[in-house]
């Protein structure tokens, strides 16, 4: 009652106002979703990383060798923009897999003359004696962030004797292509 009440007492001008102001409403928030959904990315949309070779390229671009401890590799690009949005979830990765006795590597994809991973940031996790643990993104989200991490649950499942052996080529979220 009290609403149309109010609506008889608004005369043309302000209710064209009131429909002008949540228009524009409606299209400011529809065009943030819209650009933020398109700024997000597969991260391996060829499904590089399953790839008969690619586990065997990877561990020869990064010189790997047999480990006494599990090795985090870490691919970012320093000129990413979702790198440089990831860069507390990739300290606490770099703590996390520390605490667990795991080497950690970070390597600038951009600067570095090999195509390590379809997008990044992203990392691989290798075993001890070689097998994958994990190879995928750090997360997915708008954000990247922690709270959608993959890699920190490849970490816990490894420390407590389970290889996962996972791959996350779906995931959409920030990322950055580098088009070698």
């Known amino acids: 009652m009290y609403l149309s009440r109010a609506l008889l007492n608004l005369n043309n001008a302000q209710i064209r106002l ?41 561990k020869q671009q990064t010189n790997w060798a047999t480990a006494q401890s599990p090795t985090l590799t870490i691919v970012v690009d320093d000129d990413c923009g979702c790198t440089m949005r990831s860069t507390s979830h990739i300290k606490q990765l770099q703590s996390q897999a520390i605490n667990n006795g795991y080497t950690v590597e970070i390597i600038n994809q951009h600067s570095d003359s090999t195509r390590l991973l379809p997008n990044v940031p992203g990392a691989v996790l290798l075993a001890e004696n070689g097998d994958l643990v994990y190879a995928g993104p750090l997360s997915q989200g708008i954000a990247c962030s922690a709270s959608d991490g993959f890699v920190e649950l490849a970490i816990n499942n490894l420390s407590a004797g389970f290889n996962s052996q996972l791959i996350v080529s779906e995931s959409r979220g920030c990322y950055c292509s580098d088009k070698r």
Not at 42 to 47: I, V
């Open 18 to 58: 009131y429909l002008l102001v949540t228009l524009w409403f409606i299209v400011v928030v529809f065009g943030l979703v819209y650009f933020q959904m398109s700024s997000l990315t597969t991260f391996d949309p060829h499904n590089e990383l399953s790839q008969v070779n690619w586990l065997k390229n990877f």
